[in-house]
C-alpha cells in the first residue's frame, strides 16, 4: 500500500484528494492547522494531526508522529496555501513574510523532511498545488502571486535535482477554485492607510469574485475541488506525467493572453477590470 502526504486538507482541494486516495486504498496521511475539521477524514481512515508549515516546531513535531507510523512516504502533495490581498503600500513585512512562509518557505521545508526517504527508496513523487497565478499578477495581490512565481522556479529546480533519485515532481496549476481560499481572498487584507486611497480597488474586488462565484456563464468558470484533486491522483500514479499540469479554462487562457499580448494592454484589461481606469 503506497503512502500520501497531504497538507492543508482540512478543506477544498486537500480534503477532496485525501479522500480520493483513500477510496483508492492509498494510506493517506491528513494534515493541517485545524485538526478538527479533518473528523471526516479520519473517520474513512486517514490519519491526521496537526501541521503548521510556518512553525518549524510543528513540522518536527508532525513528522516524529508520521515517522513513528511509516517509514515510506510515495506520495507529497504540498496543498496548504492562502492568498494575501493588499497593494504593496498597504502590505506590512508581517504580511509578506507570512504570505511566503505559508505558500514558500513552508512547502520547502516539509518537502526537505520526506526527501531522505525518497532518495533511500530511489522513487518517490511530490505534487506542488501551484495556481494560474504564477503566470500573470493582479493588482491588488502581488505579494500572493509572487509566492507562486517562487514556487514555479523552485519546483523546476527540485525536478532538476531530483531526477537522478528517481523523484517526479509536478506542478499542479489550477484556475479559480471554489473554496474557502477563493471566498477568503476577497477579506484578507491589511488595515487600510490613512484615507484608504485604495478603498476602490477592495470594493470592486469582492465585486468581481462574487461575481465570478455566482455567474453560470462566466468566461472564466469556477472549478469544483473534486475536479482539481481527481488530477492530483492521476498525476500520482502516470509513469511519465507532465510537469507541468494546468486545469480549468483560465489556467489555460491566461499564459496565452499574458504571452500575446504587451505590459501596456495586459495592464489594462487587468485595471479595466477592476475598475481603476480612470
Known sequence: MKTVLITGASSGIGKETAKLFRDKGFQVIATSRRV????DLEEIGCFVLS?????????ENAFQKIFSKT????ILVNNAGYCQNGFVE?????NLHYQFDVNVFGLIRVTQKVLPLMRKNRNGR??????????????GASAYHASK???????????QELAPFGIQVVLVKPGGVETDFLNHSKVFYPEPLEGNPYGKMRTNFGKMIDSI???????????KPKVVAEIIVQSSVL???KSRIRIGRTAKIMPVMKRLLSDQAFDKMILNQLGLLK
Not at 51 to 59: A, L, N, R
Not at 90 to 94: D, G, K, Y
Not at 126 to 139: E, H, L, R, Y
Open 126 to 139: 511530490i505534487i506542488n498545488i501551484g495556481s494560474v497565478g504564477g503566470d500573470f499578477t493582479s493588482a
Open 213 to 223: 462565484l455566482n455567474s453560470s456563464n462566466s468566461a472564466f468558470p469556477i472549478l
Open 36 to 39: 478538527e475539521n479533518m473528523v
Open 239 to 241: 509513469n511519465k506525467p
Open 90 to 94: 498597504e502590505l506590512t513585512m508581517e
Open 51 to 59: 501541521m503548521d508549515v510556518t512553525k518549524e516546531v510543528s513540522i
Open 149 to 159: 512565481y517562487a514556487l514555479e522556479s523552485f519546483s523546476d529546480g527540485l525536478r
Open 71 to 74: 517509514k515510506q512516504i510515495d
